[in-house]
């Protein structure tokens, strides 16, 4: 299987005034790198509007933003790591708010790889252990190499 994630595609300690602005700024990136189209970031937006994507675990807050396939133009899933922690609506329970300290940012092309790559993260972040990683590995090529590894393990399909 190919590598999920990318070194360049994982951004740490990174400082957003709330979600708004983390959902231009990645969307720019991602349009800059050629993963997204410009309408990515309104489209999070948009999804997130309706759909929230805050988790909760015993330990950690996280968010899973992700927009409709017309907007991505080719796969991936971005990693951040927020140096303070950005607050996002529960995916369940939208009045219950979610401070993230990580996003996990995903570009798919098929709807069926979505929830595929949706219930491994759900194992990933119930994996205290990982988690922990995830807190205090200081490159991006760690983070790349835990996350891939974790996948590689976890994940049934390859996304392509």
Known sequence: MEQIFREDLIWLDETFEDK???FD???KRLYEKGKVKESFADGLKSREAVYPTGLKTES???AIPHTDVEHVREVSISFVRFKETVLFSHMGEPEI???AKFAFVLGVKEPSQQVEVLSTLVLLISNEAEMAKLEVLNSPAQICALLNEFFKEHIQKGLK
């Open 20 to 22: 708004d602005q983390f």
């Open 25 to 27: 700024k990645i969307g």
């Open 60 to 62: 950690y807050e996280i």
């Open 97 to 99: 708010q979610v401070n």
